[in-house]
């Protein structure tokens, strides 16, 4: 079966909508999580099974100590750095 691409926009907020198509091949209805797993550059989208439910609430408590405004400006100093990397790399 030929692969087929649906498009999406972000909006401000980084909000998108799944499209119908794919919310149809992931069977997935309102309510239902789903799990990005990001790996050599590729995002892949997945309906979250009870599994990864399960080890999200396992760690979910472990991360509250990253969760000052310090450490919100460490990240955004992180995301600024890889953005300019990024935009280096394109020269």
Aim: charged share 30%; net charge positive; no cysteine.
């Amino acid at each position: 079966m030929p692969m087929k691409a649906f498009f999406s926009k972000v909006t401000a907020k980084a909000q998108t909508t799944v499209p119908k198509e794919a919310r149809e091949a992931l069977g997935v209805k309102p309510g239902d999580m789903l799990v990005y797993r990001i790996a050599k550059g590729r995002v892949t989208l997945a309906r979250a099974e009870p599994l990864d439910r399960t080890y999200l609430k396992a760690v979910e408590s472990t991360l509250s100590e990253w969760t000052s405004a310090e450490d919100a400006a460490a990240y955004d100093d992180l995301l600024a750095l890889k953005s300019s990397e990024v935009a280096h790399d394109r020269v």
